[in-house]
């Protein structure tokens, strides 16, 4: 199976800053990766799918790129409402999608 | 709109069984795959397994294989999840969530990403 690592696990930034988060797979995955934000009792939502496609209604102050087995997720200016948990999934070993195991984004 | 409505909390004992709903809603039910993903608390999502809603064929993360269900009722457009065997470290949030990725054939497994998520049912498991 496809094991997900993220770095880092978590994070302290301010309003304004940019911060990258890491995703990376066991093996090469292409592009089928997705990017999940989540928020404390809320179900998560996706934010990029396909590496680098933005889903519809996400702020594009959010990016993600990479492809293979390393990929990034970029957040040009948090946001207060950008505090959240971050999941990377990947959708190519079908039919078993794994996550990674999240980066928290905290307020420094 | 598409909206998953899963059922209540559960309260189970150790060695128990549980089932979960997911009632579909706002399109053709059998078009696209549904998932299972479990959060224990405080930690990270936990992929469970998924179901073909057009053919019933399911497929289980190796962990829990042996253990989970997944189960369709195309009639009430409900899936539904059994875990067995309870214990204490089943404690979490059980989602369900729907691919936007379209059913590709009787036998055919895929994901594009999950599109759309129920909104979390607790099961708690103490003695």
């Known amino acids: 199976d496809i094991r997900m690592t993220q770095s880092p696990s978590s994070l302290s930034a301010s309003v304004g800053d940019r911060v990258t988060i890491t995703c990376r797979a066991s093996?090469?995955?292409?592009?089928?990766l997705n990017w999940y934000q989540q928020k404390p009792g809320r179900a998560p939502k996706v934010l990029i799918y396909a590496a680098s496609t933005l889903q519809s209604g996400v702020p594009s102050r959010f990016r993600g790129s990479g492809s293979g087995t390393e990929f990034t997720l970029t957040i040009s200016s948090l946001q207060p409402e950008d505090f959240a948990s971050y999941y990377c999934?990947?959708?190519?070993?079908?039919?078993?999608?794994?996550f990674g195991p999240g980066t928290k984004v905290g307020i420094k | 709109q598409v909206q998953l409505v899963q059922s209540g909390a559960e309260v189970k004992k150790p060695g128990a069984s549980v089932k979960v709903s997911c009632k579909a809603y706002?399109?053709?039910?059998?078009?696209?795959?549904f998932h299972w993903v479990r959060q224990a608390p405080g930690q990270g999502l936990e992929w469970m397994g998924m179901?073909?809603?057009?053919?019933?064929?399911?497929a289980y993360a190796h962990r829990f294989q042996g253990r989970v269900t997944l189960t369709r009722d195309t009639s009430t457009t409900t899936v539904y999840m059994e875990l067995s065997s309870l214990r204490s470290e089943d404690r979490a949030v059980y989602y369900c969530?729907?691919?936007?990725?379209?059913?590709?054939?009787?036998?055919?497994?895929?994901?594009?990403?999950?599109?759309?998520w129920g909104q979390g049912t607790l099961v708690s498991v103490s003695s």
């Open positions: 179901i073909n809603p057009s053919s019933g064929r399911t």
């Open positions: 093996q090469s995955i292409d592009n089928n």
């Open positions: 706002g399109y053709t039910f059998s078009n696209y795959y």
């Open positions: 999934q990947q959708s190519s070993s079908a039919p078993r999608f794994s």
């Open positions: 969530a729907r691919d936007r990725g379209s059913v590709c054939g009787a036998e055919c497994f895929l994901s594009e990403y999950l599109e759309h």
